[in-house]
C-alpha cells in the first residue's frame, strides 16, 4: 500500500461532550472531530492547541493513498497490526477517502522501517 506522511506535529485533545467546537480546531491540513457520549475529540496541529488544554501532543501522521473500494477489507490491520505488535501506540481516523494513523513522533522513523519490510511504501511528499 502507498503511504505518504503529513506536514507537521499532531495533538488529539479531549473536551466535554457538550462542548462547541472550538475556533482553534480549524485550519489548513488534516483535522478531525469526534463526539461520543462522553467527550469531544479534536485532532489538529499541535501548535492551534493551547496551553493548558487536555491534550497528547507530539504525534505524526501518516495517510492511505487510495483509491480504495469502500468496503475494502484489511486496510487498518495490514497498518496497525505490525505497528502494535512492535510496541508502538496508534491513534487511527478513517474517512471516507483513506485512512489516517497517527503514532507518536519519536518512533515514527521506526514505524516507516516497519511498515516498510511488511511491504507498503511512502510516497514523497
Keep these: 500500500m502507498n503511504l505518504r ?3 507537521g506535529s499532531f495533538g488529539i485533545c479531549q473536551l466535554p461532550p457538550d462542548a462547541t467546537t472550538p475556533d482553534w480546531a480549524d ?11 462522553g467527550e469531544l475529540t479534536i485532532l489538529c496541529r499541535a501548535e492551534r492547541i ?3 488544554q487536555t491534550s497528547e501532543l507530539g504525534w505524526a501522521c501518516f495517510r492511505s493513498v487510495g483509491p480504495f473500494a469502500f468496503d475494502e477489507a484489511g ?5 496497525v497490526s505490525p505497528i502494535s505488535a512492535a510496541g508502538i501506540g496508534v ?30 511504501q511512502f510516497l514523497s511528499s
Design 50 to 52: 493551547p496551553e493548558g
Design 91 to 120: 491513534f487511527v481516523v478513517c474517512t471516507f477517502d483513506g485512512e489516517h494513523i497517527l503514532v507518536p513522533e519519536v518512533a515514527f522513523d521506526q514505524v516507516a522501517e516497519i511498515l516498510t519490510q511488511n511491504g507498503h
Design 5 to 7: 506522511k503529513l506536514h
Design 27 to 37: 485550519g489548513p491540513g488534516f483535522t478531525a472531530q469526534i463526539r461520543t457520549d
Design 75 to 79: 486496510i487498518v490491520a495490514s497498518l
